[in-house]
T-cell receptor, first 114, second 115 residues
Framework: AQSVSQHNHHVILSEAASLELGCNYSYGGTVNLFWYVQYPGQHLQLLLKYFSGDPLVKGIKGFEAEFIKSKFSFNLRKPSVQWSDTAEYFCAVNAGNQGGKLIFGQGTELSVKP | GAVVSQHPSRVICKSGTSVKIECRSLDFQATTMFWYRQFPKKSLMLMATSNEGSKATYEQGVEKDKFLINHASLTLSTLTVTSAHPEDSSFYIC???????????FGPGTRLTVL
């Protein structure tokens, strides 16, 4: 069965620190990859997505992610976090033959200290 | 971006009663809608996929007779939790997309508490 694994459950950083959240998936075929963010009390929002092309994807709010096919990874990065980045981050995978179904990782809670 | 609403945002009901949750795509036609369940500090678990005008496809382990899904129009899907029990208490989230494989837009979720 397909699965998505996020390595960090809770990350605590100070403002201006660099961020990298790990995401690995298990599926051998074509995939579409997503990172979603859920700010406290708000609904899920798309940060960025990868369908094809350049494996380095830039999203909103200064986030980027790199798809490394050989490692089945899609790690999320931001060079300098802000207090407003405090949120829950979810990696999700849509396998190409699954009719749009998203499989989510467990989520990573990011706390940024001012 | 596309907007998806859910109603109600929170509901408290007695054990044994049924609760209906609505999911609406406000500014686009949603061919496909998805229903998820999110437990505290846990990921989203896909419950079912519904396509407009056809029966929903349920994930393994999800009781279709307990969680009734109707997707009667391109802008509305409903989830009815029948004979709710305390273990059904959870955060239910819907999403909508313009087609299978397209980006999903998420609703704000509905907090269900069954007493």
């Amino acid at each position: 069965a397909q699965s998505v694994s996020q390595h960090n459950h809770h990350v605590i950083l100070s403002e201006a620190a660099s961020l990298e959240l790990g995401c690995n998936y298990s599926y051998g075929g074509t995939v579409n990859l997503f990172w979603y963010v859920q700010y406290p009390g708000q609904h899920l929002q798309l940060l960025l997505k990868y369908f094809s092309g350049d494996p380095l994807v830039k999203g909103i709010k200064g986030f980027e992610a790199e798809f490394i096919k050989s490692k089945f990874s899609f790690n999320l990065r931001k060079p300098s976090v802000q207090w407003s980045d405090t949120a829950e981050y979810f990696c999700a995978v849509n396998a190409g033959n699954q009719g749009g179904k998203l499989i989510f990782g467990q989520g990573t809670e990011l706390s940024v200290k001012p | 971006g596309a907007v998806v609403s859910q109603h109600p945002s929170r509901v408290i009901c007695k054990s044994g009663t049924s609760v209906k949750i609505e999911c609406r795509s406000l500014d686009f036609q949603a061919t496909t809608m998805f229903w998820y369940r999110q437990f505290p500090k846990k990921s989203l678990m896909l419950m079912a996929t519904s396509n407009e005008g056809s029966k929903a496809t349920y994930e393994q382990g999800v009781e279709k007779d307990k969680f009734l899904i109707n997707h009667a129009s391109l802008t509305l899907s409903t989830l009815t939790v029948t004979s709710a029990h305390p273990e059904d208490s959870s955060f239910y989230i819907c999403s909508a997309s313009m087609g299978a494989g397209d980006e999903q837009f998420f609703g704000p979720g509905t907090r269900l508490t069954v007493l």
